[in-house]
């Protein structure tokens, strides 16, 4: 079966590390034969198990270290978004055999699931079959749920069509927690000139004690987002800034109606639209968008 169409993104729940290798190998290697690029993305260990069991082939294969991959959601996909395109350049279509790596508290499974989900879009567009592989034996229940919640289709004894699978865009919004107030934070002095933001946001900084190479990483997301509040909200009406659960948190507020997307920022800019977020969302910690008393809210972690 041939991966030459727009994204397919399935689940394959393996009961033993021979099934694992027999099944990944017979699937990558057919797509090999019909011309296609491979990818293997897992931990050190089993990549090395995978590179003796595919042989010769294995030098037709890139392989990704998952310990490398799985920092944060957004950084996630914008790494395989990457590697599939720099493997489309010498093929016409990709399979891709994934493992994922999910955390350790249920608030890290929610939030990988969030990923999960998410990338049925943001690879939509491209030639690529992605199969997520799960360890039905070392995973907690809810993240084996949620497989069948985020693939369209799974592989246990055979390929079946999921009855749980949910809208990607519904199942973020879902999974997504409520933003909390956070009445520490001070407000400083707003501007629309974004060289003055950026002066006032470096100050606060500087006066939080904010290592350098960090504060460069907030200092570029949150002129990107001050960028969007002057020319998407109305202007800007406040800047708060402040530390909140040992992290440094910087919030734009503006004007405008703001936006209603869960998905916002994780999918890579095409052609038409904006990147401001999507750079936002590379940098932070995390990013959070909400309406508020004060106004539309998007709110940086470090």
Known sequence: MSSAVPLRHHAFVYGSEEDYVARSVAFLKEGLEAGEAAIVA???????VMRDALGPDADRVAFVDVSRTYTRP????????????????????VRAVAEGQFGFTPSDWEEW???????????????????????????????LEAAWQTHPEV?????????HFEDPRELVRK?????????????VSASEDLEVFREQLARELVAENVPEAKALDILVAGTEIAANAVR??????????????????????????GFDDPVAGY?????????????????????ESFDSPRGFTVRIWL
Do not use: K
């Open 267 to 287: 999918l890579a800019p095409r052609e038409g639209t904006g990147s401001g977020l999507w750079v936002a969302r590379q940098l932070a910690w995390r990013l």
């Open 155 to 163: 592989l246990t004894d055979g390929w079946e069509a999921s009855d």
């Open 175 to 187: 999974l997504t927690r409520e933003p909390e107030p956070l009445p520490e934070l001070r407000s």
């Open 113 to 143: 699931a969030g990923y999960e989900a998410i990338t049925n879009l943001a690879y939509a567009h491209l030639p690529v079959w992605v199969v997520c592989t799960y360890d039905a034996n070392g995973l907690p229940d809810p993240v």
């Open 42 to 48: 897992n931990t050190r260990d089993r990549l090395a």
């Open 74 to 93: 957004a950084r996630t996909v914008a790494a395989y978004y990457w590697t599939f395109l720099e493997q489309l350049r010498r093929a016409p279509s």
């Open 232 to 257: 998407h909200g109305a202007g800007i009406e406040e800047v708060r800034v402040g530390r909140a659960e040992g992290r440094f948190v910087c919030e734009v507020v503006d004007r405008g109606g």
